[in-house]
């Protein structure tokens, strides 16, 4: 059960993290149109101060076609990877944070002579630490800096930009912005391992919480749920309830088997009969009423379904104990009552009860062990 409720946070946080995913790349698409109509409308206010000193054709190819077309084809890649391998989680995360530092890149670049928009390498460092992901982070952020250093020192784009080495203040500009970013980072492994701590401590906790609960309402003798279980199910019962199926069984000569051949042998004939409940009734909820006595509760199956099925369970459970071991044969006999509208769960309990005497009467069996 434990299992299963890990496996279950794990498929959540996967699809948070497919959600997170796909804002991601959202922020990409709105990126790449953001900045061809920032570029749009930079050009015509320069224009309008007259500030231009490019002609507009070069200006066009410069600083908007080429920039617009690099952003479209990484977010083309973006598309391609997701459309192409929609299971691949990693394969994508990896992909589409890349993806955007190459965008930034492509901003940065175009427009290096601000040297403040070395801020921009700092989105997709945020966004990648989202993921919580220590590789990933770092992946990105060795991107970061390649991409950072490329563009401020191997491509001069604008030819008004002052080079670094020419300067003595862009050089501190620059180390101090490479400073920055690492801090940055340094800053966004501290959140992942603080932010999975958090996880981990709450996931622990609600373990624990699950695995206590688990102990409140399964029968540890059989691993059958147990009757504080089966009080909690049928005191819901509502209206909507039409169709539910209640079984009421007991072991015959239980008594038999206990005062024979000794309660260690009891209680593996109670296992093995737990066992047999579980496989006859795996799509239904089964229950350890109390010492030899179960109940089963069925749904979505006819009255003459839930027969045969109880039938089987009749002929197995004489199995258990070899033949001569004691007197009688020690069986499950069972009584049936389909739930009515506005029936209490005692009334319920009461109607699968009286219907189990019938037929251990109609058997001709005595109730030793009752």
């Not at 622990?204 to 059958?224: A, C, F, N, P």
Request: glycine content about 6%; hydrophobic content about 45%; charged content about 20%.
């Amino acid at each position: 059960m434990v299992n299963s409720y890990i496996r279950t946070i794990e498929f959540e946080y996967e699809k948070v993290s497919k959600h997170w995913l796909n804002i991601h790349t959202v922020i990409s698409i709105g990126l790449t149109i953001a900045s061809f109509l920032l570029e749009l409308i930079l050009f015509f206010v320069l224009s309008w101060l007259d500030m231009m000193d490019s002609t507009l054709p070069r200006y066009m190819v410069k600083y908007l076609i080429i920039p617009t077309g690099l952003n479209i084809l990484i977010l083309l890649v973006i598309l391609l990877v997701r459309k192409k391998y929609p299971k691949r989680l990693t394969l994508q995360t990896y992909v589409v944070s890349i993806g955007l530092v190459g965008m930034c890149f492509v901003l940065f670049t175009i427009h290096s002579i601000f040297p403040s928009l070395y801020f921009l390498f700092a989105i997709p460092l945020m966004f990648s630490c989202l993921y919580g992901n220590y590789v990933l982070t770092t992946v990105t952020a060795i991107c970061v800096l390649i991409a950072r250093v490329v563009g401020d020192v191997v491509i001069i784009w604008d030819a008004d930009k002052t080079q670094i080495i020419e300067y003595g203040y862009n050089s501190v500009n620059f180390a101090l912005s490479i400073l920055l970013l690492i801090g940055f980072y340094i800053s966004c492994m501290a959140l992942i391992y603080f932010e999975q701590e958090k996880n981990h401590a709450a996931i622990k906790k609600e373990i624990e919480r699950v695995q206590y609960r688990h102990g409140m309402i399964i029968d540890q003798l059989t691993s059958l749920y147990n009757r504080t279980a089966l009080d909690e199910v049928l005191a819901h019962l509502s209206e909507n309830d039409t169709g539910l199926i209640c079984a009421m069984l007991d072991i015959d000569h239980f008594k038999d088997v206990n005062d024979t051949l000794g309660h260690l042998v009891g209680d593996d004939y109670l296992k093995q009969f737990g066992e047999i409940l579980r496989t006859e009734c795996a799509q239904h909820l089964t229950f350890r009423y109390g010492g030899d006595e179960f109940c089963i509760l069925f749904t979505g199956i006819t009255m003459e379904e839930a027969g045969v099925i109880c039938k089987r369970i009749y002929r197995e459970s004489s199995k258990i104990l070899e033949p001569g071991r004691i007197r009688h044969t020690a069986a499950a006999s069972y009584g049936l009552t389909e739930y009515q509208s506005g029936q209490s769960a005692d009334e319920l309990i009461q109607a699968a009860d009286d219907a189990l005497y019938v037929q251990k009467r109609l058997r001709g069996s005595k109730n030793n062990d009752r």
